[in-house]
Protein backbone atom coordinates (compact mmCIF):
# COMPACT_ATOMS: atom_id res chain seq x y z
CA UNK A 1 0.00 0.00 0.00
CA UNK A 2 1.47 3.22 -1.29
CA UNK A 3 2.61 5.31 2.01
CA UNK A 4 0.05 8.05 1.64
CA UNK A 5 -3.06 6.10 0.89
CA UNK A 6 -1.75 4.25 4.19
CA UNK A 7 -1.52 7.60 5.98
CA UNK A 8 -5.35 8.29 5.02
CA UNK A 9 -6.02 5.01 6.50
CA UNK A 10 -4.64 5.92 9.68
CA UNK A 11 -6.32 9.27 9.74
CA UNK A 12 -9.67 7.88 9.27
CA UNK A 13 -8.91 4.77 11.48
CA UNK A 14 -9.30 6.66 14.69
CA UNK A 15 -12.01 4.68 16.96
CA UNK A 16 -12.71 7.61 18.91
CA UNK A 17 -14.16 9.52 16.34
CA UNK A 18 -16.35 6.75 14.21
CA UNK A 19 -15.97 8.53 10.94
CA UNK A 20 -18.56 7.92 8.69
CA UNK A 21 -16.58 7.75 5.23
CA UNK A 22 -13.58 9.00 4.05
CA UNK A 23 -12.64 9.30 -0.01
CA UNK A 24 -8.82 7.94 -0.67
CA UNK A 25 -6.43 9.24 -3.45
CA UNK A 26 -2.65 9.07 -3.91
CA UNK A 27 -0.12 8.78 -6.65
CA UNK A 28 -0.11 4.94 -6.43
CA UNK A 29 -3.79 4.66 -6.80
CA UNK A 30 -3.91 7.12 -9.50
CA UNK A 31 -1.31 4.67 -11.39
CA UNK A 32 -3.21 1.89 -11.04
CA UNK A 33 -6.03 3.72 -12.41
CA UNK A 34 -3.90 4.75 -15.69
CA UNK A 35 -3.13 1.26 -16.48
CA UNK A 36 -6.42 -0.33 -15.54
CA UNK A 37 -8.25 3.17 -16.96
CA UNK A 38 -10.73 2.97 -13.29
CA UNK A 39 -10.74 4.97 -10.29
CA UNK A 40 -11.18 3.65 -6.96
CA UNK A 41 -12.92 5.40 -4.18
CA UNK A 42 -12.15 3.98 -0.40
CA UNK A 43 -15.00 3.96 2.11
CA UNK A 44 -14.52 3.52 5.31
CA UNK A 45 -16.94 2.65 7.74
CA UNK A 46 -16.77 2.88 11.17
CA UNK A 47 -12.88 2.36 11.62
CA UNK A 48 -12.65 0.00 8.67
CA UNK A 49 -12.02 0.25 5.01
CA UNK A 50 -15.81 -1.66 3.91
CA UNK A 51 -16.26 -0.96 0.88
CA UNK A 52 -14.12 0.17 -2.68
CA UNK A 53 -15.97 2.02 -5.40
CA UNK A 54 -14.61 1.60 -8.53
CA UNK A 55 -15.65 4.15 -11.54
CA UNK A 56 -14.40 2.38 -14.89
CA UNK A 57 -13.96 4.96 -17.31
CA UNK A 58 -11.28 6.53 -20.10
CA UNK A 59 -12.55 9.89 -18.64
CA UNK A 60 -10.81 8.65 -15.28
CA UNK A 61 -7.53 7.36 -16.50
CA UNK A 62 -5.64 10.17 -15.57
CA UNK A 63 -5.48 12.67 -12.57
CA UNK A 64 -8.05 15.27 -14.14
CA UNK A 65 -9.99 17.40 -11.14
CA UNK A 66 -12.76 18.19 -12.99
CA UNK A 67 -14.04 14.95 -13.96
CA UNK A 68 -12.93 13.42 -10.90
CA UNK A 69 -14.74 16.49 -9.01
CA UNK A 70 -17.89 15.41 -10.82
CA UNK A 71 -17.78 11.95 -9.32
CA UNK A 72 -16.89 12.86 -6.14
CA UNK A 73 -20.15 15.27 -6.07
CA UNK A 74 -22.23 11.96 -7.87
CA UNK A 75 -20.80 9.47 -5.00
CA UNK A 76 -21.66 11.90 -2.04
CA UNK A 77 -25.01 13.05 -3.25
CA UNK A 78 -25.69 9.51 -3.09
CA UNK A 79 -23.84 7.97 -0.23
CA UNK A 80 -25.00 10.69 1.94
CA UNK A 81 -21.20 10.72 4.05
CA UNK A 82 -20.32 12.32 6.95
CA UNK A 83 -16.23 13.13 5.79
CA UNK A 84 -14.93 13.34 2.61
CA UNK A 85 -10.92 13.00 3.22
CA UNK A 86 -7.93 13.10 0.65
CA UNK A 87 -4.41 13.88 1.22
CA UNK A 88 -2.65 17.24 0.46
CA UNK A 89 -1.13 15.96 -2.63
CA UNK A 90 -0.97 18.32 -5.67
CA UNK A 91 -3.58 16.54 -6.82
CA UNK A 92 -5.59 16.24 -3.72
CA UNK A 93 -5.30 19.85 -3.57
CA UNK A 94 -7.04 20.51 -6.59
CA UNK A 95 -9.29 18.06 -6.34
CA UNK A 96 -11.32 19.00 -3.16
CA UNK A 97 -12.04 22.57 -3.18
CA UNK A 98 -13.74 21.73 -6.52
CA UNK A 99 -15.76 18.75 -5.25
CA UNK A 100 -16.27 20.86 -2.23
CA UNK A 101 -17.36 23.66 -4.35
CA UNK A 102 -19.99 21.88 -6.40
CA UNK A 103 -21.12 20.24 -2.39
CA UNK A 104 -21.43 23.65 -1.64
CA UNK A 105 -19.13 23.45 1.44
CA UNK A 106 -15.86 24.58 2.76
CA UNK A 107 -13.04 22.24 3.07
CA UNK A 108 -10.26 22.39 5.93
CA UNK A 109 -6.77 21.99 4.43
CA UNK A 110 -3.88 20.30 5.50
CA UNK A 111 -5.03 19.19 8.62
CA UNK A 112 -2.43 17.63 10.94
CA UNK A 113 -4.67 15.95 13.74
CA UNK A 114 -7.86 15.24 14.49
CA UNK A 115 -9.32 15.94 17.31
CA UNK A 116 -12.54 15.13 17.56
CA UNK A 117 -14.92 14.35 14.54
CA UNK A 118 -15.15 18.10 13.57
CA UNK A 119 -12.18 19.46 15.71
CA UNK A 120 -8.68 19.78 13.59
CA UNK A 121 -5.69 21.14 13.95
CA UNK A 122 -3.83 22.68 10.89
CA UNK A 123 -0.85 24.57 10.68
CA UNK A 124 -0.89 28.95 9.86
CA UNK A 125 1.52 31.03 9.39
CA UNK A 126 4.18 28.78 7.60
CA UNK A 127 3.88 26.52 10.15
CA UNK A 128 4.91 28.96 12.71
CA UNK A 129 1.87 27.89 14.92
CA UNK A 130 -1.00 25.54 14.60
CA UNK A 131 -4.79 26.66 14.73
CA UNK A 132 -7.63 24.32 16.17
CA UNK A 133 -10.71 24.95 14.19
CA UNK A 134 -14.15 23.11 14.48
CA UNK A 135 -15.88 22.52 10.88
CA UNK A 136 -19.44 23.83 11.76
CA UNK A 137 -20.74 23.65 8.06
CA UNK A 138 -23.21 21.35 6.78
CA UNK A 139 -22.31 17.69 5.88
CA UNK A 140 -19.94 16.52 4.56
CA UNK A 141 -17.03 17.46 6.31
CA UNK A 142 -14.57 18.07 3.53
CA UNK A 143 -10.41 17.69 4.57
CA UNK A 144 -6.91 17.45 3.04
CA UNK A 145 -4.69 15.95 5.45
CA UNK A 146 -0.94 16.19 5.74
CA UNK A 147 0.04 12.49 5.14
CA UNK A 148 3.41 12.98 6.96
CA UNK A 149 1.35 13.63 10.16
CA UNK A 150 -0.61 10.31 10.08
CA UNK A 151 1.73 6.92 10.96
CA UNK A 152 1.01 4.62 8.31
CA UNK A 153 -1.33 2.24 8.97
CA UNK A 154 0.40 -0.97 10.32
CA UNK A 155 0.23 -4.31 8.45
CA UNK A 156 -2.65 -5.62 10.91
CA UNK A 157 -4.99 -2.47 10.00
CA UNK A 158 -4.77 -2.66 6.28
CA UNK A 159 -5.24 -6.36 6.34
CA UNK A 160 -8.33 -6.60 8.89
CA UNK A 161 -10.91 -7.24 6.22
CA UNK A 162 -11.53 -7.56 2.53
CA UNK A 163 -13.90 -4.85 1.28
CA UNK A 164 -16.45 -5.37 -0.99
CA UNK A 165 -15.52 -4.04 -4.67
CA UNK A 166 -18.97 -2.05 -6.14
CA UNK A 167 -19.11 -0.27 -9.76
CA UNK A 168 -20.49 3.56 -9.51
CA UNK A 169 -22.70 4.10 -11.63
CA UNK A 170 -21.40 6.54 -14.35
CA UNK A 171 -24.71 7.68 -15.62
CA UNK A 172 -24.17 11.42 -14.39
CA UNK A 173 -20.93 11.71 -16.74
CA UNK A 174 -21.66 14.11 -19.21
CA UNK A 175 -19.88 14.69 -22.55
CA UNK A 176 -19.26 18.36 -21.05
CA UNK A 177 -17.38 16.70 -18.31
CA UNK A 178 -14.73 15.40 -20.57
CA UNK A 179 -14.44 18.30 -22.44
CA UNK A 180 -13.17 20.91 -19.49
CA UNK A 181 -9.59 19.58 -19.29
CA UNK A 182 -8.01 17.09 -21.38
CA UNK A 183 -4.86 15.12 -20.94
CA UNK A 184 -1.60 15.86 -22.96
CA UNK A 185 1.66 14.27 -21.18
CA UNK A 186 3.53 12.87 -18.38
CA UNK A 187 6.86 14.07 -17.70
CA UNK A 188 8.88 12.98 -14.78
CA UNK A 189 12.36 12.38 -14.25
CA UNK A 190 13.84 8.81 -14.74
CA UNK A 191 15.10 7.75 -11.38
CA UNK A 192 15.41 4.81 -9.12
CA UNK A 193 15.78 7.37 -5.98
CA UNK A 194 12.83 7.16 -3.58
CA UNK A 195 10.18 9.38 -4.03
CA UNK A 196 10.91 12.94 -2.50
CA UNK A 197 7.53 13.06 -0.50
CA UNK A 198 7.93 9.51 1.13
CA UNK A 199 11.82 9.47 1.79
CA UNK A 200 13.48 7.87 4.86
CA UNK A 201 16.22 10.30 4.07
CA UNK A 202 16.24 13.03 2.13
CA UNK A 203 19.41 15.19 1.19
CA UNK A 204 18.57 18.92 -0.10
CA UNK A 205 20.57 21.46 -1.22
CA UNK A 206 20.24 25.49 -1.54
CA UNK A 207 21.52 28.38 -4.11
CA UNK A 208 24.72 27.42 -1.56
CA UNK A 209 25.10 24.84 -4.48
CA UNK A 210 25.72 27.67 -6.86
CA UNK A 211 24.89 25.13 -9.77
CA UNK A 212 23.31 22.76 -11.39
CA UNK A 213 26.60 20.92 -12.41
CA UNK A 214 27.45 21.23 -8.07
CA UNK A 215 23.78 19.72 -7.54
CA UNK A 216 24.87 16.31 -9.40
CA UNK A 217 27.28 15.55 -6.37
CA UNK A 218 24.18 15.85 -3.87
CA UNK A 219 22.95 13.32 -6.42
CA UNK A 220 25.90 10.67 -5.97
CA UNK A 221 25.48 11.45 -2.03
CA UNK A 222 21.84 10.69 -2.09
CA UNK A 223 22.36 7.32 -4.60
CA UNK A 224 24.85 6.14 -1.47
CA UNK A 225 21.95 6.98 0.88
CA UNK A 226 19.50 5.65 -1.01
CA UNK A 227 18.23 9.04 -0.42
CA UNK A 228 15.46 11.35 -2.27
CA UNK A 229 16.96 14.94 -3.02
CA UNK A 230 15.00 18.26 -2.27
CA UNK A 231 16.02 21.33 -3.05
CA UNK A 232 14.57 25.27 -1.98
CA UNK A 233 13.27 27.89 -3.87
CA UNK A 234 16.07 29.58 -4.78
CA UNK A 235 18.21 26.63 -6.22
CA UNK A 236 14.94 26.18 -8.32
CA UNK A 237 14.57 29.47 -8.99
CA UNK A 238 17.83 29.90 -10.12
CA UNK A 239 17.73 26.69 -12.72
CA UNK A 240 19.31 24.21 -10.51
CA UNK A 241 17.03 21.48 -10.62
CA UNK A 242 13.20 21.30 -11.66
CA UNK A 243 10.53 22.49 -9.50
CA UNK A 244 9.36 18.91 -8.65
CA UNK A 245 12.01 18.97 -5.79
CA UNK A 246 11.05 21.87 -4.26
CA UNK A 247 10.76 21.58 -0.43
CA UNK A 248 8.53 24.05 1.31
CA UNK A 249 5.35 26.58 1.79
CA UNK A 250 4.99 26.38 -1.80
CA UNK A 251 6.58 22.78 -2.65
CA UNK A 252 6.22 19.15 -0.53
CA UNK A 253 5.82 18.75 2.63
CA UNK A 254 8.56 16.29 3.76
CA UNK A 255 9.42 14.80 7.12
CA UNK A 256 11.73 11.98 6.49
CA UNK A 257 13.74 10.21 9.69
CA UNK A 258 16.72 11.96 8.28
CA UNK A 259 16.57 15.63 6.40
CA UNK A 260 20.47 16.89 5.54
CA UNK A 261 20.25 20.46 4.18
CA UNK A 262 23.47 21.57 2.35
CA UNK A 263 23.65 25.53 1.27
CA UNK A 264 20.37 26.13 2.94
CA UNK A 265 19.72 29.24 5.16
CA UNK A 266 16.59 28.26 6.67
CA UNK A 267 13.79 30.57 5.65
CA UNK A 268 10.28 29.86 7.09
CA UNK A 269 8.99 29.17 3.85
CA UNK A 270 11.45 26.31 3.96
CA UNK A 271 11.34 25.31 7.07
CA UNK A 272 7.65 25.26 6.83
CA UNK A 273 8.34 21.78 4.33
CA UNK A 274 10.60 19.87 6.87
CA UNK A 275 10.57 21.25 10.38
CA UNK A 276 8.54 17.83 11.27
CA UNK A 277 11.87 15.90 9.91
CA UNK A 278 12.78 13.41 12.80
CA UNK A 279 16.78 14.67 12.08
CA UNK A 280 17.56 17.26 10.55
CA UNK A 281 21.40 17.93 9.74
CA UNK A 282 22.67 21.41 8.62
CA UNK A 283 25.95 22.31 6.58
CA UNK A 284 26.24 25.90 6.21
CA UNK A 285 29.25 28.72 6.29
CA UNK A 286 27.45 30.63 8.53
CA UNK A 287 27.29 29.84 11.70
CA UNK A 288 23.84 32.45 12.06
CA UNK A 289 22.05 30.98 9.49
CA UNK A 290 18.46 29.79 11.15
CA UNK A 291 18.79 26.44 10.13
CA UNK A 292 20.91 26.05 12.63
CA UNK A 293 18.31 26.69 14.77
CA UNK A 294 16.16 23.70 14.24
CA UNK A 295 18.70 21.59 13.22
CA UNK A 296 19.82 18.30 15.74
CA UNK A 297 23.23 18.15 14.18
CA UNK A 298 25.33 20.98 12.26
CA UNK A 299 28.50 21.45 10.77
CA UNK A 300 29.96 25.31 10.21
CA UNK A 301 31.85 24.65 6.92
CA UNK A 302 32.14 24.41 3.15
CA UNK A 303 29.31 22.28 2.14
CA UNK A 304 31.88 21.45 -0.70
CA UNK A 305 34.60 20.41 1.53
CA UNK A 306 32.10 18.32 3.76
CA UNK A 307 30.16 16.46 0.79
CA UNK A 308 33.64 15.55 -0.93
CA UNK A 309 34.63 13.78 2.74
CA UNK A 310 31.29 12.35 2.43
CA UNK A 311 31.32 11.08 -0.85
CA UNK A 312 34.81 9.99 -0.04
CA UNK A 313 33.76 7.88 3.23
CA UNK A 314 30.67 6.65 2.17
CA UNK A 315 30.80 3.27 0.40
CA UNK A 316 28.66 2.82 -2.58
CA UNK A 317 24.84 1.41 -1.76
CA UNK A 318 24.79 -2.74 -2.64
C1 LIG B 1 5.43 33.22 -0.71
C2 LIG B 1 6.77 32.56 -0.65
C3 LIG B 1 6.82 31.18 -0.72
C4 LIG B 1 8.06 30.54 -0.67
N1 LIG B 1 8.08 29.17 -0.71
C5 LIG B 1 9.28 28.55 -0.56
C6 LIG B 1 9.35 27.13 -0.54
O1 LIG B 1 8.35 26.40 -0.69
N2 LIG B 1 10.57 26.55 -0.36
C7 LIG B 1 11.71 27.30 -0.20
O2 LIG B 1 12.78 26.70 -0.04
N3 LIG B 1 11.66 28.64 -0.24
C8 LIG B 1 10.48 29.29 -0.43
N4 LIG B 1 10.46 30.64 -0.49
C9 LIG B 1 11.76 31.36 -0.57
C10 LIG B 1 12.41 31.55 0.78
O3 LIG B 1 11.93 32.76 1.36
C11 LIG B 1 13.93 31.69 0.62
O4 LIG B 1 14.23 32.72 -0.28
C12 LIG B 1 14.61 30.42 0.13
O5 LIG B 1 14.19 29.32 0.90
C13 LIG B 1 16.12 30.59 0.27
O6 LIG B 1 16.75 29.49 -0.31
P1 LIG B 1 18.25 29.13 0.07
O7 LIG B 1 18.32 28.82 1.52
O8 LIG B 1 18.69 28.11 -0.91
O9 LIG B 1 19.04 30.44 -0.33
P2 LIG B 1 19.74 31.54 0.56
O10 LIG B 1 18.79 32.14 1.52
O11 LIG B 1 20.41 32.44 -0.41
O12 LIG B 1 20.80 30.73 1.40
C14 LIG B 1 21.94 30.13 0.86
C15 LIG B 1 22.75 29.62 2.05
O13 LIG B 1 23.86 28.91 1.55
C16 LIG B 1 24.96 29.18 2.40
N5 LIG B 1 26.17 28.93 1.61
C17 LIG B 1 26.59 29.56 0.47
N6 LIG B 1 27.72 29.01 0.01
C18 LIG B 1 28.05 28.01 0.88
C19 LIG B 1 29.11 27.08 0.95
N7 LIG B 1 30.07 27.03 0.03
N8 LIG B 1 29.13 26.22 1.98
C20 LIG B 1 28.17 26.22 2.93
N9 LIG B 1 27.13 27.08 2.90
C21 LIG B 1 27.06 27.94 1.89
C22 LIG B 1 24.81 30.63 2.80
O14 LIG B 1 25.48 30.89 4.01
C23 LIG B 1 23.29 30.74 2.93
O15 LIG B 1 22.86 30.52 4.27
C24 LIG B 1 9.25 31.30 -0.55
C25 LIG B 1 9.17 32.69 -0.48
C26 LIG B 1 7.94 33.30 -0.53
C27 LIG B 1 7.91 34.80 -0.45
Same mark, same amino acid.
Given at each position: MAPQVSSLFRAMQRPELRLETGVLTSERVKRTWRERK?????????????? =????? $???????? /????? &?? %?? $? #??? !? +? +???? =????????? !???? @????ALLDVSPVTDVTAISEPRVFVRPIYAGNALCTVRYTGESPCM???????????????? &?? !??? @???? #??? $???? &? /???????? #?????????? @???????????? +????? $???????????? &?? %????? +???RAAVDAGYVPNELQVGQTGKIVAPEVYIAFGVSGAIQHLAGMRDSKYIVAVNKDADAPIFQVADYGIVGDLFQVLEELLEKIPDKK
Open positions: QMFICLSVGSLALQ =VLVAD $SDIFAHPL /AEPWA &EL %LR $S #VQQ !K +G +GYSH =VIASSTSFG !KNLL @PRAAMSIRSTSFSPATESMS &ET !KVA @PITQ #VDL $SFLS &E /ASSRKSSW #VNLTSQDTER @PDLANARVVVTG +GRGLK $SAENFKLLEQLA &EK %LGAAV +GAT
